[in-house]
């Protein structure tokens, strides 16, 4: 947890972040570091992206969803700040990704498959 609180400051420092939403973050980092050992199993499942084209790319991302859930709305508001990543959140709707981390979704949750073959799947197992 004290690296992650590092990087909070760092970004406050570097005006990527303002202290209002420094705090908020501080507090949830050390809120749910005691939540953490409390919470149900569902908490140690992942959230796992994955991204295949027809190219033969390949992406995966394994997110734990105990992260995603302390970040969530926090890491949000902060990348609608950040020019290069505002494009990529704005249309996320953080309250029902929360819902459904509250109410404990599993299994795959997106499947998108484009016109030019490429696929999206996104999971929580």
């Known amino acids: ?3 992650e609180i590092t ?6 420092e570097d005006g990527k972040l303002d202290k209002e939403k420094a705090t908020e973050l501080i507090n949830a980092l ?11 199993p569902y908490m140690s499942k992942m959230l ?3 991204v ?10 394994n997110l734990p969803i105990k992260l995603i859930k302390a970040l969530l709305k926090v890491g949000t508001s902060i990348a609608e700040k950040i020019p290069e990543s505002e494009k990529y959140v704005k249309d996320i709707n953080v309250d029902l990704l929360i819902e459904a981390i509250e109410n404990e979704v ?8 484009s016109a030019k073959g490429e696929k999206v799947y996104v999971v929580i197992e």
């Open 1 to 3: 947890m004290k690296d």
């Open 7 to 12: 990087r909070v400051l760092t970004m406050v």
């Open 30 to 40: 050390q809120g749910n570091a005691i939540q953490f050992k409390k919470e149900s």
């Open 48 to 50: 796992k992206i994955i």
């Open 52 to 61: 295949t084209s027809e190219e033969g790319d390949n992406v995966r991302v």
């Open 106 to 113: 599993e299994g795959q949750i997106v499947d998108i498959t």
